[in-house]
């Protein structure tokens, strides 16, 4: 299982996404570790597609194609941490009416399809994309774009990154239109929206909705991935007041997404608002809204989530809050035990208490701007959560604290933790009074909202709450739990930590003492069974407690952490790992993986034949033509007598054979220098320890004794390195063979 274990940690590439996601996306590993075959019916160039036309169904056959180079970086291709579009074909498609197209692989193939449109004339432009979907029917793909009779449009039908080819079938249809569907209310046309006004619920069912060509590409609707919004349906909204309604799909059952835009008719511009997931998988928009004003609202779904029966709900703005007689600290309004309270800061000013105090250092300053004041008197015994999320657009900070007016002791202060808005937690007492603080980021602008105010009961103490009761990892799988921790004491704890990557919440602490001095992984990934953590998490990796950063990582395999670092056999390392955001807690399995040697020879510096840099967290070579990189890594013990290194190679070319060589000397001071498609990193009196090929999933393990095949003794110092074929066509640069990342390795006795 170790071999297995490493393979698929070296491959999982680094992710950026900082939002939570919903439990039926599937995860970016469970797409990339596919197997890597590929290709043809279209055509495997579109320099030579095929040319088909009108409404039909077309076979396809891409089971032996290649990726080519067009279509493989549109912006709205990116689904799941790729816009690539595997094993791809062509067609050059004429329509025969003007309207909408749609092109769809649902019920017609079991291949895992990407789709995307261009248009006609040859091999498309980058950034010309019209439409591109990965997921639409479970792992098919369907597309819609506007046509022009007569014109021609290039389609692409692929897989996702990693996926296999195979053979099917797109079925074209052309028109569009048509009904939101079942229940009524709503239209699958921007141009005869149903009308609606004021506010209340209106029932709508999009369940044989088309998904249209507006409102599909705007970066504020851009969130999991995709900026699309599938199976839309419209409203056409006259408002009854001023002010900041709410527009939602809360309570329904679809996974819904929606949008509002200012005016009538097919929007023209930017949404004022965009939502995909406020309240479960129900989305929630606030917009600022005129009386008689009118404005167009697009109801719809997820990416790949089906339609069905929902209600949109129009709420108006709260009665007024009063102004002015809270503004400070002396003045707090009076409230009382849990519920929501409305405040309003459009005319407050920015008192002087509360404005330097270190805990509330966050984005560059400690201010809050705008501050009013509650003193409010706890009901329960327990932690009390305040918060803004969902109760105010504006952008807010917030502080409670316990003391007097002039004499507080800040308990807890916070910036952003849900978007733009704050919370903030603080063990309280039934009866005592705690001053609540509600203000702005500094330069925001002040606003009207709500403050949910809660207490949950305390939970016993973690063990592993502080760095100096951490638990002990091993080699191997270690299940982490962080239920029931808070923010520990230690200086070197998730709150306020002074990490590079995001600061972790409800943070747990483990210690790691290195068996080989070499690469250490760690990753809370779904690697061989294990399964990943069930939360948003944060690792961090000091050299001791209220040490030194080692290593930090947000998100790598989805929105779990992965990382690697350089150990020193014998050293103890002190891992922290919590919650991406307040109150998210939960339970996983932590991967140690330790390697042998320093790797070196990284394909990520500039330094790559065709600009084939790899982009991976992890050391590794140029990236090849499976649109990865291969990497290499040793495991074992690096004892010349009794040898039990294996050198493990992963993200090859599938199928095909490389060599397994070392070298006295690591080439250009260890940066190594062009060769074929890769980085040649070892030289000098080179021996070949092992001819092998890869497996289907691009992993080569040597199985020789490296010690004694390379002839080394105690003492020594060798420079290990893997060369492969690359497919017969060239690889990313047109040459016949790659290489990884090198490895260091000195041998003892």
Same mark, same amino acid.
């Given at each position: 299982?170790?071999?297995?274990i490493?393979?698929?940690?070296? +491959?999982?590439?680094?992710?950026?996404?900082?939002?939570?996601?919903?439990?039926?996306?599937p995860?970016?590993?469970?797409?990339?570790?596919?197997?890597?075959?590929?290709?043809?019916?279209?055509?495997?160039?579109c320099?030579?597609?095929?040319?088909?036309?009108?409404?039909?169904? +077309?076979?396809?056959?891409?089971?032996?194609?290649?990726?080519?180079?067009?279509?493989?970086?549109?912006?709205?291709?990116?689904?799941?941490?790729?816009?690539?579009?595997?094993?791809?074909?062509?067609?050059?498609?004429?329509?025969?009416?003007?309207?909408?197209?749609?092109?769809?692989?649902?019920?017609?193939?079991?291949?895992?399809?990407?789709?995307?449109?261009?248009?006609?004339?040859?091999?498309?432009?980058?950034?010309?994309?019209?439409?591109?979907?990965?997921?639409?029917?479970?792992?098919? !793909?369907?597309?819609? +774009?506007?046509?022009?009779?007569? %014109?021609?449009?290039? &389609?692409?039908?692929?897989?996702?990154?990693?996926a296999?080819?195979?053979?099917?079938?797109?079925?074209?249809t052309?028109?569009?239109?048509?009904?939101?569907?079942?229940?009524? #209310?709503?239209?699958d046309?921007c141009?005869?929206?149903?009308?609606?006004?004021?506010?209340?619920?209106?029932?709508?069912?999009?369940?044989?909705?088309?998904?249209?060509?507006?409102?599909?590409?705007?970066?504020?609707?851009?969130?999991f991935?995709?900026?699309?919004?599938?199976?839309?349906?419209?409203?056409?909204?006259?408002?009854?007041?001023?002010?900041?309604? @709410? +527009?939602?799909?809360?309570?329904?059952?679809?996974?819904?997404?929606?949008?509002?835009?200012?005016?009538?008719?097919?929007p023209?511009?930017?949404?004022?608002?965009?939502?995909?997931?406020?309240?479960?998988?129900?989305?929630?928009?606030?917009?600022?809204?005129?009386?008689?004003?009118?404005?167009?609202?697009?109801?719809?779904?997820?990416?790949?989530?089906?339609?069905?029966?929902?209600?949109?709900?129009?709420?108006?703005?709260?009665?007024?809050?009063?102004?002015g007689?809270?503004?400070?600290c002396?003045?707090?309004?009076?409230?009382?035990?849990?519920?929501?309270?409305?405040?309003?800061?459009?005319?407050a000013?920015?008192?002087?208490?509360?404005?330097?105090?270190?805990t509330?250092?966050q984005?560059?300053?400690?201010?809050?701007?705008?501050?009013?004041w509650?003193?409010?008197?706890?009901?329960?015994?327990?932690?009390?959560?305040?918060e803004?999320?969902?109760?105010? !657009?504006?952008?807010?900070?917030?502080v409670?604290?316990?003391?007097?007016?002039?004499?507080?002791?800040?308990?807890?202060?916070?910036?952003?933790?849900? #978007?733009?808005?704050?919370?903030?937690?603080?063990?309280?007492?039934?009866?005592?009074?705690?001053?609540?603080?509600?203000?702005?980021?500094?330069?925001?602008?002040? =606003?009207?909202?709500?403050i949910?105010?809660?207490?949950?009961?305390?939970?016993?103490?973690?063990?592993?709450?502080? $760095?100096?009761?951490?638990?002990?990892?091993?080699?191997?799988?270690?299940? &982490?739990?962080?239920?029931?921790?808070?923010?520990?004491?230690?200086?070197?704890?998730?709150?306020?930590?002074?990490?590079?990557?995001?600061?972790?919440?409800?943070? @747990?602490?483990?210690?790691?003492?290195?068996?080989?001095s070499?690469?250490?992984?760690?990753?809370?990934?779904?690697?061989?069974?294990?399964?990943?953590?069930?939360?948003?998490?944060v690792?961090?990796?000091?050299?001791?407690?209220?040490?030194?950063?080692?290593?930090?990582?947000?998100?790598?395999?989805?929105?779990?952490?992965?990382?690697?670092f350089?150990?020193?056999?014998?050293?103890?390392?002190? @891992?922290?790992?919590?919650?991406?955001?307040?109150?998210?807690?939960?339970?996983?399995?932590?991967?140690?993986?330790?390697?042998?040697?320093?790797?070196?020879?990284? #394909?990520?510096?500039?330094?790559?034949?065709?600009?084939?840099?790899?982009l991976?967290?992890?050391?590794?070579? $140029?990236?090849?033509?499976?649109?990865?990189?291969?990497?290499?890594?040793?495991?074992?013990?690096a004892?010349?007598?009794?040898?039990?290194?294996?050198?493990?190679?992963?993200?090859?070319?599938?199928?095909?054979?490389? @060599?397994?060589?070392?070298?006295?000397?690591?080439?250009? %001071?260890?940066? =190594?220098?062009?060769?074929?498609?890769?980085?040649?990193?070892?030289?000098?009196?080179?021996?070949?320890?092992?001819?092998?090929?890869s497996d289907?999933?691009?992993?080569?393990?040597s199985?020789?004794?490296?010690?004694?095949?390379?002839?080394?003794?105690?003492?020594?110092?060798?420079?290990?390195?893997?060369?492969?074929?690359?497919?017969?066509?060239?690889?990313?640069?047109?040459?016949?063979?790659?290489?990884?990342?090198?490895?260091?390795i000195?041998?003892?006795?």
């Open positions: 299982m170790r071999f297995s490493l393979a698929a940690c070296l +491959f999982v590439g680094a992710s950026t996404a900082t939002a939570q996601q919903p439990a039926q996306k995860s970016l590993k469970t797409k990339l570790i596919t197997s890597m075959s590929a290709t043809v019916g279209g055509s495997d160039d320099n030579s597609a095929v040319a088909i036309s009108g409404p039909g169904t +077309f076979n396809f056959d891409n089971s032996a194609a290649s990726t080519g180079a067009d279509g493989q970086n549109e912006y709205i291709c990116y689904d799941f941490g790729s816009s690539a579009v595997d094993n791809d074909v062509w067609f050059d498609w004429t329509a025969s009416a003007t309207g909408n197209a749609t092109v769809s692989a649902c019920n017609n193939t079991s291949v895992d399809t990407k789709i995307g449109a261009y248009p006609g004339g040859g091999c498309p432009a980058p950034g010309s994309a019209l439409a591109c979907n990965d997921d639409t029917c479970s792992l098919q !793909s369907e597309i819609q +774009f506007a046509t022009t009779a007569g %014109a021609s449009y290039m &389609i692409q039908v692929g897989t996702f990154p990693g296999t080819g195979g053979t099917g079938a797109i079925t074209v052309e028109g569009g239109g048509g009904g939101g569907g079942g229940g009524g #209310g709503g239209n046309d141009l005869s929206a149903d009308a609606i006004s004021g506010y209340g619920s209106f029932a709508f069912d999009n369940t044989t909705a088309t998904t249209g060509a507006d409102g599909q590409n705007d970066y504020l609707c851009y969130q991935g995709s900026s699309a919004v599938d199976n839309d349906i419209w409203f056409s909204w006259t408002s009854d007041g001023d002010g900041d309604y @709410v +527009f939602e799909t809360c309570g329904s059952s679809p996974d819904t997404k929606m949008a509002i835009y200012d005016g009538s008719g097919c023209a511009g930017s949404p004022l608002a965009c939502n995909d997931d406020t309240c479960g998988l129900q989305s929630q928009v606030v917009a600022t809204v005129t009386n008689g004003s009118t404005y167009t609202i697009q109801c719809g779904n997820f990416p790949g989530s089906s339609g069905g029966a929902s209600t949109l709900t129009v709420s108006p703005p709260p009665p007024a809050c009063p102004t007689i809270e503004d400070e002396a003045t707090a309004g009076a409230i009382s035990g849990q519920g929501t309270f409305c405040f309003d800061n459009s005319a000013t920015t008192g002087t208490e509360n404005q330097n105090d270190y509330c250092y984005f560059g300053s400690s201010a809050v701007d705008n501050d009013i509650f003193a409010w008197t706890a009901d329960a015994d327990g932690q009390a959560i305040v803004t999320c969902n109760g105010t !657009s504006m952008d807010s900070k917030m409670i604290s316990e003391g007097s007016c002039g004499a507080l002791t800040v308990l807890s202060c916070n910036d952003d933790t849900c #978007g733009l808005q704050s919370q903030v937690t603080a063990l309280v007492t039934s009866g005592s009074t705690y001053y609540i603080q509600v203000g702005n980021f500094p330069g925001a602008t002040g =606003g009207t909202g709500d949910s105010v809660s207490i949950v009961p305390v939970m016993p103490d973690h063990p592993h709450d502080e $760095c100096a009761t951490a638990g002990v990892l091993v080699d191997g799988a270690n299940v &982490i739990d962080s239920t029931g921790a808070a923010y520990g004491s230690n200086p070197a704890t998730g709150s306020n930590a002074a990490n590079s990557c995001a600061t972790a919440n409800e943070d @747990v602490w483990h210690s790691y003492t290195a068996t080989n070499g690469l250490t992984i760690m990753a809370l990934c779904n690697l061989d069974g294990t399964p990943a953590a069930d939360f948003d998490t690792m961090t990796v000091y050299d001791g407690c209220g040490g030194a950063e080692i290593a930090c990582s947000d998100d790598l395999c989805g929105f779990q952490s992965g990382l690697g350089m150990a020193t056999a014998g050293s103890t390392y002190l @891992v922290n790992i919590g919650g991406w955001s307040a109150g998210e807690v939960g339970t996983g399995t932590l991967s140690v993986i330790s390697t042998t040697g320093t790797p070196f020879c990284n #394909g990520s510096g500039g330094a790559c034949p065709c600009g084939n840099d790899a991976q967290l992890l050391p590794s070579g $140029c990236v090849n033509s499976t649109t990865q990189p291969a990497s290499l890594a040793a495991q074992g013990d004892s010349a007598s009794a040898s039990s290194v294996n050198l493990i190679a992963v993200g090859a070319v599938p199928g095909l054979p490389g @060599v397994f060589f070392g070298g006295e000397n690591a080439i250009n %001071a260890g940066s =190594g220098v062009a060769f074929g498609d890769g980085l040649r990193c070892a030289g000098f009196n080179v021996v070949r320890l092992q001819v092998t090929a289907g999933s691009g992993i080569a393990i199985t020789v004794d490296v010690a004694a095949t390379g002839g080394v003794s105690a003492g020594d110092r060798r420079f290990y390195q893997y060369w492969y074929r690359e497919v017969p066509t060239g690889g990313v640069c047109g040459n016949s063979h790659n290489l990884t990342n090198g490895v260091d000195t041998w003892g006795v």
